[in-house]
């Protein structure tokens, strides 16, 4: 059901320290790494889910992302599985995808998302 690992979600404190690590040290233009990017999550506010996030876990991996070629198709199949959907419809990703996702509680502690990325993504 799933393709590649389309992004990896990491929770940062501080963007710009956060884009330094990884397009400095780690030498990734854009945070592209092959097919796939990770994703900087800088919370807008303490009452945001970022926000949150990093009062309860700290800096750290957020969420993995996997693509999917159709996002309806796969929350289907996902729902029937018994697995638990935080979005039951999909919503507008970054890059203009299509996303949604997967409770933790179902998914062995890791929420997960899927992508179906634009015509044309990647």
């Known amino acids: ?55 309860r876990k700290g800096p750290g991996l957020h969420h993995v992302a996997y693509a999917v070629d159709d996002v309806d198709a796969a929350l289907k199949r996902l729902s029937a599985a018994g697995i638990e959907l935080i979005d039951s419809e999909p919503r507008v990703g ?14 062995g502690g890791v929420l997960t998302e899927i992508v179906e990325p634009a015509e044309g993504g990647h």
Request: no cysteine.
């Open 94 to 107: 970054i890059r203009d995808s299509r996303v949604a996702f997967l409770h933790p509680r179902s998914t």
């Open 1 to 55: 059901m799933f393709g590649r690992i389309d992004h990896i979600g990491v929770a940062v404190e501080d963007l710009e320290a956060g884009i330094s690590l990884y397009e400095k040290s780690f030498a990734m233009e854009l945070l592209d790494i092959g097919d796939g990017h990770v994703e900087l999550l800088a919370p807008l506010g303490p009452d945001t889910p970022v926000g949150k996030y990093l009062e």
